[in-house]
């Protein structure tokens, strides 16, 4: 196995804590399905659990302090679910590009649109997915379409009682002057 085949197991074992669980009960079983020569094992099973575990925990929370900056909108929406949902989100997805905690916020914001959270939370991570999408790729206009009034959340006033109308909001790049509108 080359380097970069142990540091991309490596990876999967910091940010995959079913993987790590199994890894350690059964390292031979899970190296071999990874192709990794029995030295290889034995040098991955040598860092001891609690360290591999302490890392783990480490990267973990740095990429949610960072994926919090990106969209603190979200953050507010979700309140004391933030934390857990981006744990469990964390597990199933690891960013590969150079752009990680970009990538990590736009999946994050993938994720809740997909799951069991709020319209509100899920009108506030399409929003702020296509804003990140705008400014993070640099492009010359983006657009979303949303199913409630996200504006409260915008302001310092955030209503739980959103009201349920279709809005739009649109990033344009003019030259070197950008424009958002809310609709």
Partial sequence: MSLKEQQNLLARLYTDSELREDFFAEPDKIGLDFDLTRNEIAEIVEIAPQELEFFAESLFWKRLREAEKFIPLTVKALNQDFHPLFRQFSQIFNPQSVK????????????????????????????????????????????????????PFLTEDCAEDVKRKRKFAVWIKLGNKIRHFYI
């Fill in 100 to 151: 990680k905690h970009l990538e990590d916020a736009l999946e994050f914001c993938r994720f809740l649109q997909k799951g069991e959270v709020s319209e509100i939370a899920q009108n506030i991570a399409v929003f702020e997915k296509t804003k990140l999408e705008f400014f993070g790729y640099g492009k010359r206009i983006a657009f979303c379409k949303l199913t409630c009034d996200i504006k």
